[in-house]
């Protein structure tokens, strides 16, 4: 029975392949949050999936509606089987006993119609279906996340007495260089300098839409290291429902000098807060302040592990058991 359905597979084996590459190919769209905010085109055309166009290309089987695999009158039911597209056949187990299995017939390959050699169709050699290219239109709509699919129904390969496959498309955002997305909120790390966390700031953002929005901090208003802020409606567009934004999430990075002159401290200090006094005791022991390497760190982090687990080895090792007698 296994070989008989291997026969039955052979037939379309080579369409199936050609298509299955081709939806392994397009399964992943390297789609730009840029695109995906302004709903643009796609083109999963190119080897790379560059986003040039909206037409997909592809080859597949459909079915041969002109000769339908045969010369008019040349196809009749298969005479081994009857047009059933099964067979039965009886297997003598032991003497008395025999086992009756349904197989499909190897004359039709169980499509239950034969066509004659001599009048089968000469571009599809009776098999009904021919290969033809087609090209749709794939667009993405403003709000699509990572990993939601774009479904082409009845669009796959066309087999007789079979319902067409479907094409699906799989989006896969592409990591922004600057944004971050959260659902429909846009997260933006934004750096600025000490002076501008102090004395305020305004600053021009470039949206995915290529829009420019002023973002202000007032003088006298202090940004702290690490501080959020939002900007409503600035975010991606909701999926069928683009009028509709969520937020824009801007965290500020606060980047401090590395040193400073020694006579520009006396003025800094006349503007700032007064140091809180400390009261140091007569037997505090000064330190000294070093830099840390995360590199250096984690390396010696990692060579004291691997001597704890050789030391508890050492030990496992050295126990002594007691002889039996």
């Given at each position: 029975m296994d070989s008989d359905l291997e026969s039955l597979k052979k037939r379309t084996a080579s369409s199936e392949a050609e298509l299955q590459k081709l939806i392994e190919t397009f399964n992943k769209l390297k789609q730009r949050y840029d695109n995906l905010n302004n709903g643009d085109d796609i083109?999963?055309?190119?080897?790379?999936?560059?986003?040039?166009?909206?037409?997909?290309?592809?080859?597949?089987?459909?079915?041969?509606?002109?000769?339908?695999?045969?010369?008019?009158?040349?196809?009749?039911?298969?005479?081994?089987c009857k047009g059933k597209g099964v067979q039965i056949q009886v297997h003598q187990l032991a003497?008395?006993?025999?086992?009756?299995?349904?197989?499909?017939?190897?004359?039709?390959?169980?499509?239950?119609?034969?066509?004659?050699?001599?009048?089968?169709?000469?571009?599809?050699n009776g098999q009904k279906v021919i290969?033809?290219?087609?090209?749709?239109?794939?667009?993405?709509?403003?709000?699509?996340?990572?990993?939601?699919?774009?479904?082409?129904?009845?669009?796959?390969?066309?087999?007789?007495?079979?319902?067409?496959?479907?094409?699906?498309?799989?989006?896969?955002?592409?990591?922004?260089?600057?944004f971050k997305r959260s659902g429909n909120d846009l997260i933006l790390r934004e750096k600025i300098e000490l002076v501008e966390a102090l004395c305020g700031f305004q600053k021009v953002i470039q949206t995915l839409?290529?829009?420019d929005l002023?973002?202000?901090?007032?003088?006298?208003?202090v940004m702290k290291h690490g501080e959020?802020?939002?900007?409503?409606?600035?975010?991606?567009?909701?999926?069928?429902?683009?009028?509709?934004?969520?937020r824009l999430i801007i965290q500020f990075l606060v980047e401090f000098p590395t040193?400073?002159?020694?006579?520009?401290?006396?003025?800094?200090?006349?503007?700032?807060?007064?140091?809180?006094?400390?009261?140091?005791?007569?037997?505090?022991?000064?330190?000294?302040?070093?830099?840390?390497d995360p590199e250096a760190e984690s390396h010696r982090r990692d060579s004291r592990n691997a001597y704890d687990e050789d030391e508890m080895g050492s030990q496992q090792g050295s126990r002594v058991q007691c002889a039996t007698h």
């Open positions: 083109s999963p055309e190119l080897a790379e999936l560059a986003l040039k166009n909206s037409k997909l290309k592809y080859r597949l089987n459909i079915l041969n509606r002109v000769s339908r695999g045969g010369k008019k009158g040349a196809i009749e039911p298969c005479p081994t003497p008395g006993m025999v086992q009756q299995t349904q197989c499909i017939c190897r004359d039709c390959e169980g499509q239950k119609e034969r066509i004659n050699p001599k009048d089968r169709c000469k571009t599809c290969r033809d290219r087609k090209i749709l239109e794939v667009h993405v709509d403003q709000g699509m996340v990572d990993g939601q699919k774009i479904v082409f129904n009845g669009e796959g390969d066309q087999e007789p007495g079979l319902k067409p496959g479907d094409i699906i498309i799989v989006l896969d955002e592409l990591e922004h260089s600057r839409d290529d829009r002023l973002i202000s901090s007032l003088p006298g208003t959020v802020k939002t900007v409503m409606g600035e975010g991606m567009p909701q999926y069928k429902n683009p009028f509709e934004k969520g040193s400073l002159p020694p006579n520009v401290i006396p003025a800094l200090e006349e503007c700032l807060p007064k140091r809180p006094e400390q009261m140091i005791p007569d037997n505090a022991e000064e330190c000294i302040l070093e830099d840390m």
